[in-house]
């Protein structure tokens, strides 16, 4: 028997995507802070757990947790995040592969390529605080049942 990929392109606003889709990929986010505690051997253990409170200038990770749900590949994903107006972007998280970004929510790519427009109408190169959403594609076909999950780290402002 052979199977065709399925077409699916989701995406998905951190608000929303605990309830993402009704369909074979299902999407989660949750946004989570650092936490440092003291190790037995000495050093310093550090976890990821949901926050009880967050003030401007602490570090918050975004995770974006995707599953195929489904009993046939997914092809062509994407998982796009629209960022908070409170929330400026940093980086990936360690593990996560970059995601493009973009500036206007329309143009994507990698921070280096993009520009803002200043409003006497020069542009200028864009910086992580001018990120407005990140977006992965996934590479290949999501099988059925596999699931992974993307993470970038941003700041609260």
Same mark, same amino acid.
């Given at each position: 028997?052979?199977?065709?990929?399925?077409?699916?392109?989701?995406?998905?606003?951190?608000?929303?995507?605990?309830?993402?889709?009704?369909?074979?990929?299902?999407?989660?986010?949750?946004?989570?802070?650092?936490?440092?505690?003291?190790?037995?051997?000495?050093?310093?253990?550090?976890?990821?757990?949901?926050?009880?409170?967050?003030?401007?200038?602490? %570090?918050?990770?975004?995770?974006?947790?995707?599953? #195929?749900?489904?009993?046939?590949?997914?092809?062509?994903?994407?998982?796009?995040?629209?960022?908070?107006?409170?929330?400026?972007?940093? !980086?990936? #998280?360690?593990?996560?592969?970059?995601?493009?970004?973009?500036?206007?929510? %329309?143009?994507?790519? !990698?921070?280096?390529?993009?520009?803002?427009?200043?409003?006497?109408?020069?542009?200028?190169?864009?910086?992580? #605080?001018?990120?407005?959403?990140?977006?992965?594609?996934? +590479?290949?076909?999501? +099988?059925?049942?596999?699931?992974?999950?993307?993470?970038?780290?941003?700041?609260?402002?």
């Amino acid at each position: 028997m052979i199977t065709r990929p399925m077409t699916a392109a989701v995406l998905v606003a951190t608000a929303a995507a605990a309830s993402a889709a009704a369909g074979p990929l299902q999407v989660s986010s949750s946004i989570l802070v650092e936490a440092r505690s003291a190790a037995a051997d000495g050093t310093t253990r550090v976890t990821l757990v949901k926050p009880t409170k967050v003030t401007p200038g602490d %570090k918050v990770i975004f995770v974006l947790a995707y599953r #195929n749900s489904g009993a046939q590949p997914l092809a062509n994903v994407v998982l796009d995040n629209p960022l908070p107006r409170q929330i400026a972007y940093r !980086s990936a #998280n360690p593990g996560s592969p970059a995601p493009d970004v973009s500036v206007d929510g %329309k143009t994507y790519g !990698s921070l280096a390529t993009l520009r803002v427009r200043s409003p006497d109408g020069s542009t200028r190169a864009a910086s992580p #605080n001018d990120v407005t959403s990140v977006r992965w594609r996934l +590479a290949s076909p999501l +099988a059925a049942g596999s699931q992974g999950q993307f993470a970038f780290q941003a700041v609260l402002k």
